[in-house]
């Protein structure tokens, strides 16, 4: 595993694989860099009371000198004691299934990769069910696949186009999906996504959201789809976005897209943030809102404006029964 290491102030680090350098920093800026722990850091300066956090297995412990530690692969940090490390997405989801007898699983699926900071959803497209095709199979069978792929990933950070190119080719089953798969890459401060369809995410900062990202349609309820004689990963959107701590990303399929204001998902992460709520926690307020939306037939969602958009301006209220998939992620 490489090594973060920030620090404040001037001073002298040395850094490199196999041999050791200096590199002066200015005043009051950070440096965080990585590489792969071989060999004795016995260059390092310390001074100003600073000390190394060795971080292993949710313990930390604490040194004075850099010689006390010897081949250690794990993350490394240099602080003042309160210094940021390199970001990282908590992430929490709930998944809602509309109710059917014959698919209980519903026809979503998403995936999150803790070590790879790497989250996806899928939506399989509904219209399958007239030709007896459970598209719900494709969409758990192409995040699987997706999920596997992140894990084979090169060195570096996660490509999402690349990954869904791999699952997509090794997905088998009748059927087609969308798909969204996002990933923080901690080394930028970005987080990377690609996007296929009309599920999506949004990027809040301090409770107001900063970017949505667009939808791929051919027509009204007709969106770009991964699988049988239909897209392939070619087709996907690709976005890089500069991510800040205490930003949250919400990821969702149609099904919270549709159902949800733009309005109401900023209220309820300000009243999360007040209240302090876990991931899993928002994630639930959010999809219980979708869900209620979903069953009021005079609610204003977004999807009741569509549809007076695309029919001819027809008067339409109400929100549209789907599953409905929300992953929440906390950049920390």
């Known amino acids: 595993m490489a090594a973060c290491i920030s620090s404040l102030g001037r001073d002298q680090y040395y850094c490199s694989k196999n041999k050791l350098d200096v590199v002066e920093l200015p005043h009051k800026r950070y440096l965080d860099f990585s590489y792969e722990i071989n060999d004795q850091l016995d260059n390092i300066h310390d001074n100003n009371n600073k000390r190394l956090k060795y971080i292993y297995d949710d313990r930390q412990y604490s040194f004075k000198k850099v010689d006390d530690l010897f081949k250690i692969n794990t993350r490394l940090e240099f602080s003042d004691n309160i210094l940021p490390a390199c970001l990282k997405m908590v992430a929490a989801s709930i998944?809602?299934?509309?109710?059917?007898?014959?698919?209980?699983?519903?026809?979503?699926?998403?995936?999150?990769?803790?070590?790879?900071?790497?989250?996806?959803?899928?939506?399989?497209?509904?219209?399958?069910?007239?030709?007896?095709?459970d598209a719900g199979m494709y969409a758990r069978e192409l995040m699987n696949n997706s999920l596997i792929a992140t894990d084979i990933e090169p060195k570096g950070h996660v490509n999402p186009k690349r990954v869904l190119q791999e699952a997509y080719k090794n997905t088998n089953s009748e059927g087609s999906s969308t798909a969204c798969i996002i990933t923080l890459n901690t080394a930028k401060s970005t987080i990377f996504a690609a996007n296929v369809g009309d599920s999506g995410f949004f990027l809040i900062r301090k409770g107001k959201i900063i970017y949505k990202s667009p939808m791929q349609q051919r027509g009204f309820n007709c969106p770009y789809q991964l699988g049988n004689s239909k897209d392939s990963p070619s087709v996907a959107q690709e976005m890089e976005l500069n991510v800040e701590k205490d930003d949250i990303l919400i990821v969702g399929t149609d099904g919270m897209l549709d159902n949800v204001n733009e309005s109401e998902i900023e209220e309820i992460v300000h009243r999360g943030i007040d209240g302090k709520l876990k991931a899993e926690e928002l994630a639930s307020q959010i999809g219980n809102i979708a869900l209620y939306n979903s069953f009021d037939r005079f609610a204003d969602t977004p999807f009741a404006r569509a549809v007076e958009r695309e029919c001819l301006r027809q008067i339409h209220k109400g929100g549209k029964i789907d599953d409905i998939t929300v992953i929440v992620a906390y950049i920390q």
């Open 95 to 133: 998944y809602l299934p509309k109710e059917n007898p014959t698919k209980l699983l519903g026809e979503d699926a998403h995936f999150i990769h803790e070590l790879y900071q790497t989250i996806g959803v899928a939506d399989g497209v509904g219209g399958w069910a007239k030709e007896g095709i």
